[in-house]
């Protein structure tokens, strides 16, 4: 017997959660489940206009400010036409509209947090409402042990009841190009690369991470940064590479579609966030093993074992990034610590891993073991 799966999130912009979501849906379009997803925000997004191009079911309620009654109102008669047997909620806000929609219904629903806000904090509304959710709630699951402690902490949720469910991704294949690519931006061939991919926004803290590279340099000069990515936080880096004279080391290349070009010259990945849940960036590098030096905020010490697969240091502190890198050229780590990452990648972190842990909880709160199998 099929069954209904309906996920509902913002929307399906390219990103971690979006990509999660992609890859369930995927993964099920031969299984018995069937599954759909419910967009609370418009546009649908680049990734929910591919997968309504290859028959998945996408349905977008463009959210009105404030509290939007309608939306519980269209997720309800939404679920009851398609005859949803789980609603599975991606983030806070969809939680909370989608709990609300389901109470009284015969549709279970199940809560993922992808992550969290830097930095985190609560209201007194939430220690009240979020009890009443969690009762019509058949199932939470948070993408690291530090998401799962801020849900119990700051959304009142019983620890106990949320499974940990690490995000996963399919390993990167190495891309054609990658040699010429370092030629290309002027990088010489026996220089070190380190590099990162990521949204300019002060989230991710690329000004710590140059004030690092800069004492790292004083360690080595045959050094360079390549910084992948685009934002609001431009001006600010660009300014901060200025003011430390790191122009002649440091290459901004802008939004790239495609950067594995640009990870593979990376020789180390670096992560300075100020706050993270699951990095997909760092789990593509780790895909791809490249050891990494990381900041120690949300799901990262979980991803980088230190000392086995990086350097784990303290968060928004430059003076321990820069001798996370240092410790990593001086060491000679750097091969032994990316095949490291890459087994730790396979272990933990792989989507079929993911997609078969999210699969088994829907079996169990419907009840079932034999759903999710081939057809024919």
Partial sequence: MDMNILHITFDMRIGGTEMVIKSIVE??????????IFCIEAPTGPWGVALANNGISVTTHNRSPGFDRSLITALRKHIKQHNIHV??????????????????????????EHGRFYPDSTTWKRKWVNPILAFFTDGFTAISDATRDALATYEFINKKKIEL?????????????????????????????????????????????????????????NLMLVIVGDGDERPRIEQKI????????????????????????????????????????????????????????????????????????????????????????????????????????????????MVNQYTQIYRTILGIENVGTEKG
């Avoid at 969809?94 to 109470?103: I, R, S």
Wanted: charged share 15%; glycine share 8%; hydrophobic share 40%.
């Fill in 87 to 112: 609603l599975h909620c991606h983030q806070y806000t969809p939680w909370v509209y989608g709990t609300l929609a389901a109470v009284g219904l015969n549709c279970k629903v199940v809560f993922t």
């Fill in 165 to 221: 469910v690490y995000n996963g991704i399919k390993p990167l294949q190495k891309a054609e190009g990658a040699e010429l690519l370092k030629t290309e931006l002027g990088i010489a061939k026996d220089t070190l690369v380190l590099g990162t991919i990521a949204r300019f926004d002060p989230i991710k803290n690329h000004t710590m991470m140059l004030e690092a590279f800069s004492s790292a340099l004083k360690y080595t000069s």
């Fill in 242 to 353: 200025e003011e430390l004279n790191l122009s002649q080391h440091v290459v901004l290349t802008g939004y790239q579609v495609n950067p594995t070009r640009y990870l593979q010259i990376m020789d180390v990945f670096l992560l300075s966030s100020l706050s993270e849940g699951t990095s997909m960036t760092l789990l593509e590098a780790m895909s791809l093993s490249k050891p990494c030096v990381v900041t120690n905020a949300g799901g990262n010490p979980e991803i980088i074992k230190h000392e086995y697969n990086g350097f784990v240091t303290t968060n928004g502190n430059p003076d321990h990034f820069a001798d996370g890198i240092v410790k990593m050229l001086s060491n000679s780590v750097i091969d032994t610590f990316g095949l490291n990452g890459k087994k730790r990648f396979d272990e933990y972190f792989s989507d079929n891993l």
């Fill in 27 to 36: 993964s099920h379009a031969s299984s018995d489940f069937t599954m759909s």
